[in-house]
């Protein structure tokens, strides 16, 4: 049953969804927090301004599983990486940092890291492609740090091959580059490479790794690195205003998260590469990457973006199935981007399914 | 019964306690956590970078207390007040900040607003009193920005008489120096003023209030100010790595503490009067100041930190009740200092039993 599109909340639809193509299943805010309850142990008591062991039992443990000497809870990736980067930077007394153009920092922060910094930024290769050793050999200014984003979320989730990576990172050693790894989505990629998390950290001087992305926690994020770098990086937390008197609503759903799902990276990627293979034989679909290396990808729909809102909302009626998160711009008109991330809720939808389900959204979008 | 001293685990003997002199009663995550879930409405949902209902409704709540165009919630104040004050001081092109010396932003704050912002302070007053318009009107640089902190929470919580605060609004305003007020326990100042939190925060450009202190939140704080300022603040916020994918938790228990506690500073403070008569007739105490003007005194104890702690972990063995949360160094290295803030679990001590108590303390400190 399709009711009036003019009648037809989007929010409400949505939640009145029980089957989501993406991600992890949503709760209401009294579930998610009586469940985290539960995790915490009876004995369990709070930090203060960074301190106590709730805390530093975590910020141990990420920095163990990333073979790195220390480790700081913070509240969020922007601040983590702003904050490497001055550190880093400073060591060298090179303000000036290299990174590839769809770089969080020059992004999606408002320049942060101008702004309050001072760096200077330099955007190295395409957007619409991995950086290359040659975009990076091309390169004519002192850098003081170099930051790479394993992996590459704005074009699908790509990640250079084993040996491309490795030669960066001993290229940048060689020329005394600082390096930094945004790992946002790093748990995402160790079914690509089949290595530890911290074979592939120790390409890098900094990580900072992220858990309300596909660990599913409610925010919160950890940079790790040599001791005496993360003892500054207190310091500058503290400036930014994420020294907060209290973290453990954030650290135990990273706990919590990170205790639960990081096993789950081998059938997120598989379920990803099946429904991939699903899509791609659509022609109204593009992948990007095809097939996808993580448990991501970017999905370019030969269609109009307000008939494929309307037709999601049709296949939730008609279905209880919510499709896709967001209809986006693309860079040809022609089509409509967005993202597909396979999470615990994805898992559950039979992937033959998703051939009839997108055979719907078409239909209902005149895309057929 | 009191255990061999080598024996005792301050943090234990504190968590064995069932009485607090000062503050809140604290509990363990689990039980903060389900009692938050309880909070929430079966329908509320989470928000999303700073949008949705949960939190906006709240930041429109706290503006409308303080009677101020719009609001926006942050995790710290740190982050707050430096936004504050760089949007303020750059709409007058003057990089320059006022503000007593034992000002948060000059003392705990790593020195983030030079660091990141840029902004000169200077500092006014003695650190011992406080500010006065003679003091003001004796600097002789331009500034952007005015800073006054109400209570002045390092002196012992005191507060300007009323006419003295309009008197130093106004002649900001006249020289066209924006006003911010570091209202971190401005909820506590309500007593004494007998006024509206609107018409203390109209004597300022922008307010900064805070929820984990005597509201009890787990963390948060909120700016509020001309609808401009905020929406620009919102912008520095996500540059500072304080706009979160999701802030829930902090708003929550912020909204729960602002319903539950607001109503209760007229009875803390009056147990503060009370407790406050009763410690100053002790020749070993001083109080700052004496009486209390909020809920909050500094206490000045005349005798040795080390025997006073030990004698602290006595009294909490013999009796169950913690009496004070630190011992730090005074002026007079004959004193040792401490604060006491009333809270819920100070309204349970009968007050005529704070005499025996703090008889007991002495005795065991020898300082009897």
Not at 35 to 53: I, Q, R, V
Not at 58 to 70: C, P, S, V
Not at 118 to 139: D, F, K
Not at 322 to 351: H, Q, R
């Amino acid at each position: 049953m399709i009711s009036p599109k003019e009648e037809r909340d989007p929010n409400q639809l949505r939640r009145a969804c029980t089957r989501f193509l993406g991600g992890h299943y949503r709760q209401p805010l009294r579930q998610i927090l009586s469940a985290l309850a539960e995790t915490a142990e009876p004995d369990e008591w709070g930090d203060m301004y960074g301190s106590g062991d709730v805390i530093a039992n975590f910020e141990q443990e990420i920095a163990q599983t990333l073979g790195k000497e220390a480790a700081v809870f913070m509240p969020s990736g922007t601040m983590c990486q702003q904050i490497a980067l001055r550190i880093l930077t400073e060591q060298r007394q090179i303000p000036r940092v290299a990174f590839h153009p769809t770089c969080h920092l020059d992004t999606h922060e408002e320049m942060g890291y101008q702004r309050l910094h001072h760096l200077e930024g330099v955007r190295v290769g395409s957007p619409y492609q991995l950086m290359t050793m040659s975009n990076l050999q091309a390169l004519r200014e002192p850098l003081g740090a170099l930051l790479l984003e394993l992996p590459q979320r704005e074009i699908g989730g790509q990640l250079p091959a084993w040996e491309d990576l490795t030669a960066i990172s001993d290229w940048a050693r060689e020329q005394k580059i600082a390096t930094h790894l945004d790992g946002a989505r790093l748990w995402e990629c160790q079914p690509f490479y089949g290595r530890d998390y911290a074979e592939i950290a120790a390409l890098f001087d900094t990580v900072y790794v992220s858990f309300y992305k596909v660990l599913g926690g409610i925010a919160g994020a950890i940079l790790a690195g040599p001791a005496d770098v993360i003892a500054q990086a207190r310091v500058w937390q503290r400036r930014h205003g994420g020294n907060l008197v209290q973290l453990f609503p954030y650290v135990l759903s990273a706990r919590q998260g990170f205790a639960e799902r990081l096993g789950r990276m081998e059938s997120y990627h598989a379920k990803a590469q099946a429904i991939a293979a699903v899509l791609t034989a659509f022609p109204q679909v593009e992948l990007v990457p095809d097939p996808p290396q993580t448990n991501m990808m970017h999905l370019y729909l030969r269609g109009d973006a307000k008939k494929l809102a309307e037709a999601m909302l049709d296949v939730a009626e008609e279905t209880g199935t919510w499709l896709l998160n967001f209809l986006a711009p693309a860079e040809l008109p022609a089509y409509v981007k967005t993202e597909l991330t396979i999470g615990d809720a994805s898992l559950d939808i039979p992937t033959e399914e998703v051939a009839s389900l997108f055979t719907l959204l078409f239909k209902q979008a005149g895309m057929d």
